[in-house]
């Protein structure tokens, strides 16, 4: 018997467009998420309780009134993660609802990962990823006890810092390596919703008195008296902030580790959202619905569409976007010393980087794998998420990023009791599709 | 309503409808979860499930990010260093 449910890997704006799409279409995908409710990122308000959150925005509410009209015919799969494909086309879930089964495609919208860049004392208890405060924030409505600082780059770090304004729990400062306010007039390119956004965030900043340290890189943090000490440096000149929390951000990238479609045998796979390109939430909602329309026509249940690349729109304000955002011309490029840590997972340092580049270049050649197996970076749970970028960006004539991380399963840890407990629907589907 | 609470390495932690494990202990005023297995500490730091620095051992699920994870009245949930120090007593 052929399973005739197609999986949808990530439940953000473009997995609920795509399962929506293919809902309509008469199918019953599977739709699984490893967080505990729908929304993704972005939208993590929709699984909130509605009294704690703000309001909804117009797009999230109608995103979740599409998807509860399709909602009986999805297989929604919470608390649930994929894990990996074998060369049968078997899809391994594991978790609260795991199973073993032979989806007819895949949707992969795995959505974005935040960059930050490594800095001596990024490992310290209390500072994380300016997304995580966000994500606390807009499932509960509250942040972490004490004072906050943003730091990175970004237009992220507005929106989180306006919100935290929103929660009553305004930021120290916001931390920022470009000058994004010094052009106004390149600015006045970018489409009116963004325009828009971006300056009811920063009036809100503005009214709050929340500093924007604009031009101004953190270089380090470190403890002191129980506390988290940011020191900043602004063209020689150097400051010191106290706080309790220090949430980073230095751009998005894909999350798109592991996901290749040269991985999942005959069985069709797309790319949907960010995870395909980061273009941000309105851009991974069409997109959802475009990967959804190629796997209809993949399996021919309607004339569907050909690849087409992202809208020209999308990719040119997030060019204009990069622009704004540009580090500040003054700023000098950080200097991290050698005991910083680039790979979090492992404890690998810089120092143990630069000696691996001598040592082999004495003896033999590096090469991405060398770095990996030998010197474990890239290794560790997070399977290079945090690491891999600066490892490439360091070694420039070594190794490249796409080499570094290279293809493989799972795409993240998995429990081996997951794996023996997951039924195994491979032979007989429970669900069958009437189409 | 009584106020629910998770058990904390034996502490009782209090959350709310929707708190993750996480989001409950750093509303405690608890931003380590322990030490990771490099002696760095566990804490989060992404948030959503992808850089594995929360890990934490849950009652009744075992080794999972506490990110991801929802509250569960009184459900023991203990930092990975706590389980690693009783259980490798022996060497
Ligand atoms: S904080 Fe990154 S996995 Fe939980």
Redesign the interface.
């Known amino acids: 018997m052929i399973d005739t449910r197609p999986l949808i890997v990530g439940a953000g704006p473009a997995g609920l467009r795509a399962a929506i799409t293919l809902s309509d279409a008469g199918l019953h995908p599977v739709l699984v998420d ?3 409710g729908i929304g993704g ?1 972005v939208y993590a308000n929709l ?3 509605p009294n ?1 959150t703000p309001k909804l925005t117009r797009e999230a509410r109608i995103l979740r009134q599409d998807f509860d009209r399709v909602r009986p015919r999805v297989d929604l799969r919470l ?1 649930t ?1 994929f894990a990996a494909f074998d060369q049968t086309g078997t899809a391994l879930l594991t978790g609260q609802a795991g199973m073993m089964f032979k989806p007819r495609a895949v949707i992969f919208a795995t959505g974005a ?2 960059r930050i860049q490594p800095r001596p004392g990024w ?7 300016a ?6 924030l807009k ?2 409505g ?1 942040l ?3 004072r906050l600082l943003l730091a990175g780059t970004g237009p992220l770090l507005y929106a989180i810092a306006a919100q935290m304004v929103a929660a009553d729990r305004p930021p120290v400062a916001v931390i920022e390596t470009g000058n994004p306010l010094r052009h106004p007039l390149m600015a006045l390119r970018l489409p009116a919703r963004v325009l828009t956004e971006a300056t009811r965030y920063i009036g809100q900043l503005l009214l709050a008195g929340v500093p924007i340290l604009s031009g101004t890189d953190l270089t380090r943090i470190e403890t002191r008296n129980g506390a988290l000490i940011a020191h900043t440096s602004r063209q020689g000149r150097w400051a010191e902030i106290s706080v309790d ?1 220090i949430g980073l951000h230095d751009g998005l990238a894909r ?1 798109d580790f592991g996901i290749s479609a040269e991985m999942t045998g005959q069985t069709p796979v797309f790319q949907a959202g960010d995870c395909r390109s980061v273009l941000g939430r309105w851009a991974a909602e069409e997109d959802g619905k475009r990967a959804a329309e190629q796997v209809l026509h993949a399996l021919n249940a309607t004339p569907g569409r050909a690849a087409i690349a992202p809208d020209q729109r999308f990719i040119k304000t997030q060019t204009l976007l990069a622009k704004l955002f540009a580090r500040a011309p003054a700023l000098a490029a950080p200097e991290l010393p050698d005991d910083t ?1 680039i790979c ?4 690998r340092s810089l120092g143990d980087l630069k000696q691996a580049l001598q040592t082999a270049s004495e003896q033999t050649q590096t090469t991405a794998r060398t770095l990996r197996l030998t010197e474990r970076f890239g290794m ?3 399977q290079g ?2 690491c891999l970028d600066w490892v490439a960006a360091l070694t420039p004539d070594t190794t490249s990023f796409a080499d570094l991380r290279g293809n493989r399963w799972p795409i ?2 998995v ?1 081996v ?1 997951d794996i023996l407990d997951a039924p195994d629907f491979t032979a007989d589907p429970s669900h069958q599709d009437l189409k | 309503m009584s106020v629910q609470t998770i058990l904390w390495n034996g502490t009782p932690i209090a959350f709310l409808p929707g708190d993750t494990i996480a989001s409950a202990l750093s509303r405690a005023g608890i931003t380590e979860f322990g030490l990771r297995q490099t002696a760095l500490p566990a804490a989060i730091f992404c948030g959503i499930g992808q850089c594995q620095n929360c890990l934490v051992s849950i009652e009744g699920i075992g080794v999972a990010e506490a990110c991801l994870t929802l509250c569960d009245a009184e459900q023991s949930v203990r930092s990975l260093s706590d389980h690693r120090l009783t259980e490798s007593a022996h060497d």
């Open positions: 490893h967080a505990p990122a699984r909130a309780q704690l608390s993660a990962r935040e490992t310290l208890a209390g500072v994380s990823s997304g995580a405060l966000q994500i606390a499932t509960t509250t972490p006890l004490g929390h999350n840590v979090r997972c492992e404890n560790g749970p997070c998420r945090q993240k840890p429990r009791r």
